[in-house]
């Protein structure tokens, strides 16, 4: 059975699409069989490895499940690795949801998948909205990435309210530090604060802000792909271990 | 999911140039690399009977140790390190995914090297528009070359040393959810008229000159207007076959299996000899005596072989204090095998079994009553069609043990159900010769029924024979016949342990003794081929 890790954020920009390619490479090259879910109508994740979606893709056929959507997986250049591909038509993914007034329709269709695959990654579309509500209910994990500012502390404790209102298990949500700049007084500060902090449960491993992720754009490929010695390499696979640790751990 | 998973493999005529087909999915606008050639070297392991092929597995030692894969697809079950060698039973290997997935198919068969492989390998990577990988293509050159050791107990290939030619192949790696690069690559190879391998291993393996059929236990086809003679002689060649074809690994002493599939071949054809009356000339009966002369001879050594195969089973059956008593067991009866390993090796290698076997061999060759000169006597059956003695004989001895069953109750002495063993064996002998001359969906539902009923029976006669054993060891413990004397108690509390297991064992099967037999006796079927009026 497959563990359905989703990568969110209430913000937009802060990591989530650079993790869930590198963290996804990463388990692939640990040797287990990896699926990207690429939830975001912009298609980042996608654009990354270079997929498209076919053009009959698209929300409908996602929220069909079962067939339609195994039919629309596709191989990335790196073993172990597959992509299911964004469709534009996901912008109204909101609405096809309000239609079928479940909260747990894509549960279902992820559940159909895990036969498969020793980990699903979710790339997830900022802000709370019933997509968002969707990928709650079906990660095993929601990992946030926190840029280590005063107003991505507020975005978290925004999420672990969401959680508790809905009633949702608050100890699926794993956040870790983006985009760290060490030599930012800022930085350095917030984290000191809160990489104690026990209601927050950060990870050890921080994501510098490094200029080789940010060419990711360019290379369209992950990071470890180019140099797996490299230091944007070194800190997504340490990342990785900590976070395989902590789920087989449960 | 696994990309090699939908990987398929052609043999290719060594003048295709490798680089075809890439500068093919180039014309048709691809954008094509070659990665770095590569050059692999592994060797090949199986059983002597084909057991991983068989399973579709495939066990190669190459620079990362061990990989056992799936034959067909290149899925791999897992790795162990091949330091040092020696890997000869699957408890030889590391505990682990390899280990797991080796043991229930290998069981007690020792791992063979049967060839080595050198693979040159040259990669081409097709991409599309948007530089995406939509398939790999390989060229392969297989080098192949059997694997030389002093105890092969294989038949040595009928042409001399010169290496097999290299064969070549071509490989075809699609990525999931881009069909369109393989579809126009398989249309491209079209006219070259390629055929597909689906199984790579047993190619190499019959390149080599290894005949994957030889060890088949199956009994060979008969015709129904044959006559009977002729029938008797294709069972026996055939039996005779897979003896000659054991003894090497008896008297290398491989495995335990080699000695009883040649024990088993043994028992079926003095049972043809006994069961297929009057086929055979008078002079033949000495070869029925010698057979039995040559079971006897390694009666001892299967039945120590049994043991020390249990030995895992026994120490399960025990609690955990109780089991290190058997050990000097154990180490008593691995000295004895050892003795008699060396009686019946030495005895196999020796003129006399030599002769005997070549003389029985020569009788099955020649013997052809059906070119028997007017005048010559010629045994009564032996021109006769086999399908009616055939009938006759299943009919008879299907009688036979029904009677014999039927008159079995709750409190009958042990013995009735032995006997009643006897009489299920040799009516699974007649099927076992016979059933290719029936229609398969009338015989096998009876095969199926008497089946069961021998596996009661002889599960019973197996738990009796082994309380034996174990007496006999009591009793021989007691007389000091051990050189353990410090472990006497443990012992004999081990053994106390063990015989109340098999006898509570040995009670459950005779319980269920009567549906079973039950079972055989309203099979429908069996009413077809023994209808008692
Ligand atoms: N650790 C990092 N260092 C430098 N640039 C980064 C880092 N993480 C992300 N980026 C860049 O920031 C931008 C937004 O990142 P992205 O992963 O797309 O965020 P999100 O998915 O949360 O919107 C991208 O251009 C990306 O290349
Ligand atoms: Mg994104």
């Known amino acids: ?250 | 999911m696994n990309k090699l998973k939908n990987a398929k493999e052609f043999l290719v005529t060594p003048d295709l140039a490798p680089e075809y087909l890439p500068e093919e999915m180039s014309r048709l606008g691809y954008r094509v690399t070659e990665e770095r050639p590569s050059i692999s070297k592994s060797r090949l392991f199986d059983t002597f009977d084909w057991r991983l092929l068989g399973s579709g597995l495939l066990l190669a030692r190459g620079r990362d140790g061990y990989q056992l894969y799936g034959a067909d697809d290149g899925r791999e079950f897992g790795r162990a390190p091949g330091k040092g060698g020696g890997h000869k039973f699957s408890h030889d290997f590391p505990a682990g995914p390899l280990r797991e997935a080796l043991t229930p198919v290998i069981a007690m068969r020792a791992l063979l090297p049967l060839l080595d492989l050198r693979a040159r390998s040259r990669c081409w990577e097709i991409r599309n528009r948007d530089d995406k990988l939509v398939l790999r293509c390989r060229w392969r050159q297989l080098e192949v070359r059997r694997v030389a050791w002093r105890s092969d107990p294989h038949p040595r290939p009928a042409k001399g040393g010169a290496a097999p030619e290299p064969l070549h192949t071509l490989v075809l790696e699609p990525v999931t959810g881009y069909r369109k690069p393989e579809r126009e690559a398989l249309a491209t190879l079209e006219p070259l008229n390629l055929s597909p391998v689906s199984r790579l291993a047993a190619h190499l393996y019959r390149h080599v000159g290894f005949d994957l059929e030889a060890g088949k236990k199956t009994v060979p086809q008969l015709g129904p207007d044959w006559p009977a003679a002729k029938a008797a002689l294709e069972i026996l060649r055939h039996q005779y076959r897979v003896m000659r074809l054991n003894e090497a690994g008896i008297i290398a002493d491989l495995d335990s299996e080699f000695l009883h599939d040649f024990r088993v071949a043994l028992r079926r054809s003095r049972a043809a000899m006994s069961r297929i009356k009057k086929v055979l000339p008078a002079s033949a009966k000495h070869f029925r005596s010698q057979l039995a002369d040559l079971a006897r001879r390694s009666n001892r050594l299967r039945d120590l072989d049994v043991y020390l195969l249990q030995r895992e089973e026994y120490r399960q059956m025990l609690p955990a204090c109780l089991q290190e008593g058997l050990e000097p067991i154990f180490s008593v009866l691995a000295e004895e095998r050892g003795r008699e390993f060396k009686k019946l090796a030495r005895w196999m290698k020796g003129a006399e079994y030599r002769r005997i076997m070549a003389k029985w061999g020569q009788f099955l060759a020649s013997y052809e009553p059906w070119q028997a000169e007017d005048g010559v006597a010629v045994p009564a059956n032996a021109l006769a069609p086999v399908l009616p003695l055939a009938e006759e004989a299943i009919a008879a001895a299907c009688l036979r043990l029904l009677e014999h069953g039927r008159a079995i109750g709750p409190d009958s002495p042990d013995e009735a159900l032995h006997a009643l063993r006897l009489d299920c064996k040799k009516l699974r002998y007649l099927f076992e010769f016979f059933a290719t001359l029936f229609p398969s969906e009338e015989i096998t539902p009876l095969i199926n029924r008497t089946k069961k009923l021998q596996d009661n029976l002889g599960a019973f006669n197996d738990f009796f024979v082994q309380q034996e054993a174990l007496r006999h060891f009591l009793a021989a413990l007691g007389r000091g016949g051990t050189k353990h004397a410090a472990g006497l108690a443990a012992a004999a509390a081990a053994i106390g342990g063990l015989i109340t297991r098999l006898s509570r064992e040995q009670g459950r099967v005779r319980r269920d003794f009567a549906k079973t037999f039950k079972a055989f006796e309203g099979c429908g079927n069996r009413k077809k081929f023994c209808p008692e009026e």
């Open chain 1, 1 to 250: 059975m497959a563990k359905t890790i989703a990568l969110y954020s209430i913000k937009g920009g802060v990591g989530k699409t650079a993790a869930t390619v590198n963290l996804a490479h990463a388990a692939a090259v640990a040797g287990h069989a990896t699926l990207i879910c690429d939830l975001d109508p912009q298609g980042a994740a996608s654009y990354y490895f270079r997929v498209r979606p076919a053009r009959k893709f698209g929300r409908k056929k996602l929220l069909q499940g079962g067939k339609e959507v195994e039919k629309n997986i596709k191989g990335t250049d790196y073993e172990l690795l597959d992509i299911l591909p964004a469709a534009f038509s996901y912008r109204k993914l909101d609405l096809s949801l309000g239609d079928t007034d479940s909260r747990k329709a894509l549960k279902e269709i992820f559940r159909r998948l895990t036969g498969d695959y020793d980990y699903i990654f979710l790339d997830c579309p900022p802000n709370i909205t019933l997509v968002s509500e969707n990928i709650f209910r079906a990660a095993d994990y929601v990992v946030v990435p926190c840029i280590p500012t005063t107003l991505s502390t507020l975005t978290l404790t925004k999420l672990l309210d969401f959680f508790a209102a809905e009633k949702l298990d608050r100890r699926k949500i794993i956040p870790f530090f983006s985009m760290v700049e060490t030599r930012k007084r800022l930085h350095r500060e917030v984290m000191g604060e809160l990489a104690g902090a026990s209601e927050y449960r950060f990870l050890q491993n921080p994501i510098p802000y490094l200029a080789e992720i940010e060419r990711m754009g360019l290379t369209r490929a992950p990071v470890a792909a180019g140099f797996a010695g490299s230091p944007a390499a070194r800190a997504y696979r340490e990342l990785w271990n900590e976070l395989a640790r902590l789920i087989t751990v449960g």
